[in-house]
Protein backbone atom coordinates (compact mmCIF):
# COMPACT_ATOMS: atom_id res chain seq x y z
CA UNK A 1 0.00 0.00 0.00
CA UNK A 2 1.87 3.42 -0.88
CA UNK A 3 1.56 6.18 1.63
CA UNK A 4 -0.26 9.01 0.35
CA UNK A 5 0.87 12.98 1.49
CA UNK A 6 -1.57 12.99 3.83
CA UNK A 7 -0.36 9.73 5.20
CA UNK A 8 3.25 10.46 5.68
CA UNK A 9 1.84 13.64 7.19
CA UNK A 10 0.07 11.80 10.08
CA UNK A 11 2.99 9.47 10.29
CA UNK A 12 4.97 12.49 11.32
CA UNK A 13 2.49 13.89 14.11
CA UNK A 14 2.29 10.39 15.55
CA UNK A 15 6.01 9.93 15.82
CA UNK A 16 6.16 13.60 17.47
CA UNK A 17 3.23 13.43 20.01
CA UNK A 18 5.21 9.79 21.17
CA UNK A 19 8.41 11.00 21.35
CA UNK A 20 7.08 14.28 23.04
CA UNK A 21 5.20 12.06 25.97
CA UNK A 22 6.91 11.89 29.56
CA UNK A 23 9.79 9.38 29.66
CA UNK A 24 8.22 7.11 31.45
CA UNK A 25 5.82 6.67 29.17
CA UNK A 26 8.52 6.18 25.87
CA UNK A 27 8.27 2.71 23.82
CA UNK A 28 12.38 1.53 23.58
CA UNK A 29 11.80 1.26 20.03
CA UNK A 30 8.61 1.20 17.55
CA UNK A 31 7.90 -0.76 14.49
CA UNK A 32 5.21 1.59 12.06
CA UNK A 33 2.29 -0.35 11.06
CA UNK A 34 -0.43 -0.37 7.94
CA UNK A 35 -3.67 -0.14 8.15
CA UNK A 36 -4.71 -3.10 5.46
CA UNK A 37 -7.24 -2.47 2.71
CA UNK A 38 -10.22 -4.57 3.41
CA UNK A 39 -13.81 -5.04 1.60
CA UNK A 40 -16.97 -4.90 4.04
CA UNK A 41 -20.19 -6.39 3.49
CA UNK A 42 -22.77 -6.84 6.31
CA UNK A 43 -25.51 -10.29 5.39
CA UNK A 44 -27.90 -12.50 8.05
CA UNK A 45 -30.36 -12.60 9.90
CA UNK A 46 -32.16 -9.83 12.85
CA UNK A 47 -30.58 -8.63 16.15
CA UNK A 48 -32.20 -8.12 19.04
CA UNK A 49 -30.40 -6.38 21.72
CA UNK A 50 -31.18 -5.68 25.26
CA UNK A 51 -29.23 -3.80 26.99
CA UNK A 52 -31.23 -0.51 28.31
CA UNK A 53 -31.87 0.00 31.07
CA UNK A 54 -28.55 -1.33 32.08
CA UNK A 55 -28.95 -1.25 35.87
CA UNK A 56 -32.08 -2.52 36.08
CA UNK A 57 -34.29 -0.93 39.73
CA UNK A 58 -37.33 -2.81 39.19
CA UNK A 59 -39.52 -5.47 37.57
CA UNK A 60 -40.46 -5.33 34.19
CA UNK A 61 -39.95 -6.30 30.48
CA UNK A 62 -36.44 -5.01 29.28
CA UNK A 63 -37.15 -5.44 26.06
CA UNK A 64 -39.25 -6.96 23.03
CA UNK A 65 -39.91 -7.66 19.47
CA UNK A 66 -41.14 -10.19 16.53
CA UNK A 67 -38.51 -11.50 14.53
CA UNK A 68 -38.82 -14.75 12.00
CA UNK A 69 -35.97 -16.76 10.53
CA UNK A 70 -31.95 -16.12 11.29
CA UNK A 71 -31.79 -14.03 14.52
CA UNK A 72 -29.60 -13.31 17.64
CA UNK A 73 -30.59 -12.55 21.11
CA UNK A 74 -27.94 -10.66 23.46
CA UNK A 75 -28.80 -9.49 27.22
CA UNK A 76 -26.79 -7.48 29.23
CA UNK A 77 -28.10 -6.49 32.80
CA UNK A 78 -27.52 -5.34 36.22
CA UNK A 79 -29.79 -6.17 38.89
CA UNK A 80 -29.76 -2.83 40.90
CA UNK A 81 -33.17 -3.88 42.86
CA UNK A 82 -31.66 -4.55 46.17
CA UNK A 83 -32.70 -7.94 46.33
CA UNK A 84 -32.21 -11.18 44.89
CA UNK A 85 -33.79 -11.48 40.92
CA UNK A 86 -34.37 -13.77 38.00
CA UNK A 87 -33.98 -13.09 34.22
CA UNK A 88 -35.18 -14.73 31.16
CA UNK A 89 -35.75 -14.74 27.64
CA UNK A 90 -39.08 -16.17 26.61
CA UNK A 91 -40.56 -16.60 23.16
CA UNK A 92 -44.14 -16.45 22.03
CA UNK A 93 -45.66 -17.90 18.95
CA UNK A 94 -47.36 -15.31 16.97
CA UNK A 95 -47.27 -16.92 13.52
CA UNK A 96 -50.83 -18.51 13.44
CA UNK A 97 -49.61 -21.74 13.32
CA UNK A 98 -47.46 -24.26 14.45
CA UNK A 99 -43.57 -23.40 15.04
CA UNK A 100 -40.12 -24.20 15.32
CA UNK A 101 -36.96 -22.65 16.93
CA UNK A 102 -33.36 -23.97 16.37
CA UNK A 103 -30.75 -22.66 18.37
CA UNK A 104 -27.69 -23.16 17.31
CA UNK A 105 -25.27 -21.90 19.28
CA UNK A 106 -24.83 -18.99 22.65
CA UNK A 107 -23.35 -17.98 25.85
CA UNK A 108 -24.87 -17.79 29.67
CA UNK A 109 -22.05 -17.84 32.33
CA UNK A 110 -22.95 -17.41 35.57
CA UNK A 111 -23.72 -13.82 37.21
CA UNK A 112 -21.38 -12.29 38.88
CA UNK A 113 -19.85 -8.49 40.31
CA UNK A 114 -16.68 -9.27 38.35
CA UNK A 115 -18.07 -7.90 35.09
CA UNK A 116 -14.99 -8.77 33.17
CA UNK A 117 -15.18 -12.30 34.00
CA UNK A 118 -18.63 -12.52 32.95
CA UNK A 119 -18.08 -11.23 29.79
CA UNK A 120 -15.35 -13.42 29.13
CA UNK A 121 -17.22 -16.59 30.23
CA UNK A 122 -20.10 -15.48 27.80
CA UNK A 123 -17.77 -15.27 24.67
CA UNK A 124 -16.02 -18.26 25.53
CA UNK A 125 -19.37 -20.22 25.34
CA UNK A 126 -20.46 -18.89 22.44
CA UNK A 127 -17.56 -19.13 20.77
CA UNK A 128 -15.96 -22.63 22.01
CA UNK A 129 -18.44 -24.91 20.27
CA UNK A 130 -21.95 -25.29 18.80
CA UNK A 131 -25.23 -27.25 19.71
CA UNK A 132 -28.56 -27.93 18.66
CA UNK A 133 -31.73 -27.20 20.90
CA UNK A 134 -35.59 -27.18 19.65
CA UNK A 135 -38.53 -25.36 21.03
CA UNK A 136 -41.41 -26.39 19.78
CA UNK A 137 -44.72 -24.18 19.94
CA UNK A 138 -48.15 -24.11 18.87
CA UNK A 139 -49.79 -20.68 17.97
CA UNK A 140 -49.73 -18.39 20.96
CA UNK A 141 -48.05 -20.34 23.20
CA UNK A 142 -45.67 -19.08 25.70
CA UNK A 143 -42.05 -21.01 26.54
CA UNK A 144 -38.77 -20.28 28.50
CA UNK A 145 -35.69 -19.52 25.54
CA UNK A 146 -34.04 -21.58 27.42
CA UNK A 147 -35.34 -24.00 30.33
CA UNK A 148 -32.19 -23.47 33.28
CA UNK A 149 -32.77 -19.52 32.97
CA UNK A 150 -35.51 -19.71 35.56
CA UNK A 151 -32.94 -21.70 37.96
CA UNK A 152 -30.03 -18.86 37.58
CA UNK A 153 -30.45 -16.21 40.98
CA UNK A 154 -29.09 -12.87 40.16
CA UNK A 155 -27.65 -11.33 43.63
CA UNK A 156 -28.33 -7.52 44.07
CA UNK A 157 -25.13 -5.89 42.04
CA UNK A 158 -24.56 -8.97 39.59
CA UNK A 159 -24.24 -8.74 35.96
CA UNK A 160 -26.37 -11.26 33.63
CA UNK A 161 -24.98 -11.44 30.10
CA UNK A 162 -26.08 -14.10 27.95
CA UNK A 163 -26.23 -14.85 23.38
CA UNK A 164 -27.70 -17.13 21.57
CA UNK A 165 -28.13 -17.58 17.59
CA UNK A 166 -31.63 -19.29 16.56
CA UNK A 167 -33.58 -19.45 13.55
CA UNK A 168 -37.58 -19.41 14.28
CA UNK A 169 -39.81 -20.98 11.42
CA UNK A 170 -42.08 -18.33 11.75
CA UNK A 171 -42.86 -15.18 13.62
CA UNK A 172 -42.02 -15.19 17.51
CA UNK A 173 -42.30 -12.50 19.50
CA UNK A 174 -39.05 -12.18 22.06
CA UNK A 175 -39.42 -10.80 25.56
CA UNK A 176 -36.48 -9.98 28.10
CA UNK A 177 -37.94 -9.93 31.52
CA UNK A 178 -36.55 -9.54 34.88
CA UNK A 179 -38.99 -10.71 37.71
CA UNK A 180 -39.58 -11.44 41.28
CA UNK A 181 -36.92 -14.39 42.45
CA UNK A 182 -39.96 -16.46 43.03
CA UNK A 183 -42.53 -15.86 40.37
CA UNK A 184 -43.48 -17.84 37.46
CA UNK A 185 -41.78 -16.11 34.61
CA UNK A 186 -44.84 -16.68 32.13
CA UNK A 187 -47.40 -15.83 34.31
CA UNK A 188 -45.25 -12.77 35.59
CA UNK A 189 -44.82 -11.98 31.90
CA UNK A 190 -48.76 -10.84 31.29
CA UNK A 191 -48.71 -8.63 34.21
CA UNK A 192 -45.41 -6.92 33.24
CA UNK A 193 -44.74 -3.45 32.12
CA UNK A 194 -41.92 -2.09 29.19
CA UNK A 195 -39.32 -0.34 30.83
CA UNK A 196 -38.28 2.83 29.94
CA UNK A 197 -34.42 3.08 28.31
CA UNK A 198 -31.96 4.76 30.40
CA UNK A 199 -29.95 7.78 29.12
CA UNK A 200 -27.28 5.54 26.95
CA UNK A 201 -30.53 3.82 25.26
CA UNK A 202 -28.47 0.41 24.21
CA UNK A 203 -31.51 -1.47 23.05
CA UNK A 204 -33.28 -2.23 19.66
CA UNK A 205 -33.72 -4.40 16.90
CA UNK A 206 -30.47 -4.30 13.90
CA UNK A 207 -31.28 -6.21 10.63
CA UNK A 208 -27.72 -7.88 9.23
CA UNK A 209 -26.30 -9.14 12.24
CA UNK A 210 -23.13 -10.34 10.48
CA UNK A 211 -20.17 -8.06 9.25
CA UNK A 212 -17.93 -10.16 7.08
CA UNK A 213 -14.34 -8.48 6.23
CA UNK A 214 -11.57 -9.69 3.69
CA UNK A 215 -8.32 -8.48 2.70
CA UNK A 216 -8.84 -6.86 -1.04
CA UNK A 217 -5.80 -8.99 -1.54
CA UNK A 218 -3.49 -11.64 0.15
CA UNK A 219 -1.11 -10.81 2.72
CA UNK A 220 2.64 -10.94 1.94
CA UNK A 221 4.23 -10.29 5.26
CA UNK A 222 7.62 -9.50 3.36
CA UNK A 223 5.79 -6.72 0.97
CA UNK A 224 3.39 -5.52 3.69
CA UNK A 225 5.20 -5.86 6.80
CA UNK A 226 3.12 -5.36 10.26
CA UNK A 227 -0.30 -4.59 9.36
CA UNK A 228 -3.82 -4.46 11.12
CA UNK A 229 -7.91 -4.12 10.73
CA UNK A 230 -9.43 -1.49 12.75
CA UNK A 231 -12.29 -2.63 14.04
CA UNK A 232 -15.57 -0.76 16.16
CA UNK A 233 -14.47 3.12 16.07
CA UNK A 234 -17.08 4.08 14.34
CA UNK A 235 -14.87 6.18 12.24
CA UNK A 236 -13.50 2.87 9.79
CA UNK A 237 -15.93 0.52 10.80
CA UNK A 238 -19.26 1.76 11.51
CA UNK A 239 -21.83 1.19 14.15
CA UNK A 240 -24.90 -0.31 13.42
CA UNK A 241 -28.31 1.79 13.11
CA UNK A 242 -31.38 -0.04 14.16
CA UNK A 243 -34.90 0.70 15.87
CA UNK A 244 -36.28 0.42 19.35
CA UNK A 245 -39.36 -1.51 18.64
CA UNK A 246 -41.01 -0.49 22.28
CA UNK A 247 -41.05 3.15 20.70
CA UNK A 248 -40.10 3.09 16.88
CA UNK A 249 -37.16 5.57 17.78
CA UNK A 250 -33.82 5.04 15.83
CA UNK A 251 -30.77 3.60 18.07
CA UNK A 252 -26.89 3.29 17.43
CA UNK A 253 -25.61 0.28 18.56
CA UNK A 254 -22.38 1.77 20.14
CA UNK A 255 -19.87 -0.38 20.09
CA UNK A 256 -21.64 -3.10 17.44
CA UNK A 257 -22.28 -5.74 20.24
CA UNK A 258 -23.83 -8.82 19.40
CA UNK A 259 -22.67 -8.33 15.83
CA UNK A 260 -20.70 -11.46 14.81
CA UNK A 261 -17.57 -10.18 12.53
CA UNK A 262 -15.79 -12.46 9.84
CA UNK A 263 -12.65 -12.09 8.90
CA UNK A 264 -11.30 -13.82 6.50
CA UNK A 265 -7.63 -13.83 5.33
CA UNK A 266 -5.11 -15.13 2.97
CA UNK A 267 -1.52 -15.22 3.68
CA UNK A 268 1.29 -16.24 1.33
CA UNK A 269 3.90 -17.54 4.31
CA UNK A 270 3.74 -17.90 8.25
CA UNK A 271 1.88 -14.96 9.53
CA UNK A 272 1.18 -14.43 13.47
CA UNK A 273 -2.21 -12.94 14.34
CA UNK A 274 -2.68 -10.62 17.37
CA UNK A 275 -5.84 -8.80 19.13
CA UNK A 276 -4.63 -5.40 20.61
CA UNK A 277 -7.07 -3.61 22.63
CA UNK A 278 -6.91 0.37 21.97
CA UNK A 279 -9.66 1.60 24.40
CA UNK A 280 -8.40 0.21 27.27
CA UNK A 281 -9.14 -3.40 30.17
CA UNK A 282 -10.72 -5.93 27.57
CA UNK A 283 -11.58 -9.79 28.19
CA UNK A 284 -13.03 -11.70 25.03
CA UNK A 285 -12.82 -14.69 22.95
CA UNK A 286 -12.34 -15.65 19.54
CA UNK A 287 -12.88 -18.55 17.21
CA UNK A 288 -10.69 -19.74 14.35
CA UNK A 289 -11.74 -21.81 11.46
CA UNK A 290 -9.05 -24.10 9.14
CA UNK A 291 -10.91 -26.00 6.95
CA UNK A 292 -14.19 -27.67 8.80
CA UNK A 293 -12.52 -27.38 11.55
CA UNK A 294 -12.38 -24.68 14.82
CA UNK A 295 -11.48 -23.53 17.86
CA UNK A 296 -11.38 -20.90 20.16
CA UNK A 297 -8.63 -18.39 21.96
CA UNK A 298 -8.85 -16.46 24.88
CA UNK A 299 -7.92 -13.08 24.82
CA UNK A 300 -6.05 -12.53 26.60
CA UNK A 301 -4.54 -16.42 27.69
CA UNK A 302 -3.80 -16.77 30.81
CA UNK A 303 -5.43 -14.10 32.52
CA UNK A 304 -9.05 -12.59 32.47
CA UNK A 305 -8.04 -8.83 31.01
CA UNK A 306 -5.20 -6.83 29.23
CA UNK A 307 -5.30 -3.52 27.87
CA UNK A 308 -5.36 -2.05 31.29
CA UNK A 309 -1.74 -0.82 30.99
CA UNK A 310 -2.67 0.46 27.18
CA UNK A 311 -1.83 4.90 27.96
CA UNK A 312 -4.52 7.24 26.91
CA UNK A 313 -4.05 7.97 22.83
CA UNK A 314 -3.10 11.73 21.92
CA UNK A 315 -5.34 12.65 19.09
CA UNK A 316 -2.91 13.18 16.66
CA UNK A 317 -1.88 9.28 17.47
CA UNK A 318 -5.88 8.47 16.93
CA UNK A 319 -6.14 10.69 13.49
CA UNK A 320 -3.09 8.96 12.31
CA UNK A 321 -4.28 5.31 12.99
CA UNK A 322 -7.92 6.48 11.54
CA UNK A 323 -5.83 7.66 8.60
CA UNK A 324 -3.75 4.33 7.48
CA UNK A 325 -0.81 4.12 10.29
CA UNK A 326 -0.05 3.59 13.34
CA UNK A 327 2.77 2.22 15.40
CA UNK A 328 3.81 -1.42 17.21
CA UNK A 329 5.39 -0.43 20.16
CA UNK A 330 7.24 -2.18 23.27
CA UNK A 331 4.02 -0.92 25.02
CA UNK A 332 1.54 -2.01 22.65
CA UNK A 333 -0.71 -4.66 24.69
CA UNK A 334 -1.50 -7.32 22.00
CA UNK A 335 -3.07 -11.33 22.53
CA UNK A 336 -1.77 -13.81 20.30
CA UNK A 337 -4.45 -15.52 18.13
CA UNK A 338 -2.01 -18.35 16.75
CA UNK A 339 0.67 -18.54 13.76
CA UNK A 340 -1.47 -19.55 10.29
CA UNK A 341 -0.76 -19.47 6.54
CA UNK A 342 -2.65 -20.03 3.47
CA UNK A 343 -6.76 -19.78 4.62
CA UNK A 344 -7.58 -18.94 7.72
CA UNK A 345 -11.18 -17.18 9.16
CA UNK A 346 -11.69 -15.95 12.63
CA UNK A 347 -15.20 -14.98 13.65
CA UNK A 348 -14.88 -12.01 16.35
CA UNK A 349 -18.26 -9.99 17.94
CA UNK A 350 -17.43 -6.99 20.77
CA UNK A 351 -17.30 -8.61 23.94
CA UNK A 352 -19.52 -7.03 27.19
CA UNK A 353 -18.02 -5.29 29.39
CA UNK A 354 -15.05 -4.77 27.53
CA UNK A 355 -13.98 -1.24 26.15
CA UNK A 356 -13.30 -0.78 21.74
CA UNK A 357 -11.90 -0.08 19.60
CA UNK A 358 -9.39 -3.14 18.80
CA UNK A 359 -6.57 -3.82 16.39
CA UNK A 360 -6.60 -6.99 14.47
CA UNK A 361 -2.81 -7.27 13.86
CA UNK A 362 -0.90 -9.24 11.12
CA UNK A 363 2.85 -9.51 12.27
CA UNK A 364 5.26 -11.60 9.80
CA UNK A 365 6.40 -14.67 11.87
CA UNK A 366 10.36 -13.89 11.47
Known sequence: MRLTKKIIAAVVALVTSITALP?????YESTIMKRLPIEVTDTGGTLIFSDSPEYVTK???????????????????????????????????VSGENNLIEITRGGFSAPNDNFLLVGKETQLMYMQKNFHDKIKLVPNQLKLFQAKMNDVVINPGHLVYGVYDFHAKGEVRVYVLMYPERANPLKFLKYADILPKDEYRLRGTFKNMNRNIKLKKDYDPKRDGIGYILICDDVVDFYKRGIDAT????????????????????????????????GGTYAGAVRFYQGKKFGAVETPQGRIYFGDKTLPEPESVKKAREEGVSLWTTQTEASELGTFSGNIIFEYSPPGASNLPVNFVLIPDN
Not at 23 to 27: G, N, T, Y
Not at 258 to 276: P, R
Open 59 to 93: NGILYTDVVKGDARILFYHLNNTGVKKKLAVIVEN
Open 247 to 278: DGSEVVNFGNYGINYTLTFNTKSKTKFCLSPL
Open 23 to 27: VFAKP
